[in-house]
């Protein structure tokens, strides 16, 4: 299957309205981490999973290493997928985007007719947030993404 189908705007707008459901506003730099972790089947499989509660980003870079060996290749593939995720939930009027970071507008619950892919996305959506939200600048440090 092609990846670019695979992982369209689409599957991240899910991953931003999920990862948004539990944080209610996320800046520019914590949106873009969305994707690389989305878009990764081990890991959001983990992520999704009920008995998985992330202490911290650290400790699963150490117990999951091989899954984060290149993300900073994830993330800068997923940069304008992720920004035209944003603009189509703008444009449609779910979140509000003032420049600098996006909250919703109205939450968007989880239908089975959005798929498995999408279940999995809302049920790690919690962990994604705890990964995401916090110390950005120690994430993308963490996470080893050359800016």
Not at 67 to 76: G, M, P, T
Request: aromatic share 8%; glycine share 4%; with cysteine.
């Amino acid at each position: 299957m092609n990846r670019n189908i695979f992982n369209n705007f689409g599957i991240l707008s899910i991953g931003i309205l999920a990862t948004l459901k539990e944080t209610r506003e996320l800046s520019l730099p914590e949106l873009l981490l969305i994707s690389p972790f989305v878009t990764h089947s081990a890991l959001l499989g983990h992520l999704a999973r009920k008995n998985t509660q992330i202490k911290s980003l650290e400790q699963l870079i150490i117990q999951k290493t091989v899954w984060f060996s290149n993300f900073n290749e994830r993330y800068y593939a997923s940069i304008p997928e992720t920004l035209n995720a944003i603009q189509l939930l703008h444009d449609i009027e779910l979140i509000l985007w003032d420049g600098r970071s996006c909250s919703m507008t109205e939450e968007v619950p989880y239908q089975t007719s959005m798929g498995t892919r999408a279940h999995k996305i809302y049920n790690a959506s919690k962990n994604l947030a705890e990964l995401i939200s916090g110390d950005v600048a120690n994430a993308y440090n963490n996470l080893r993404i050359q800016l």
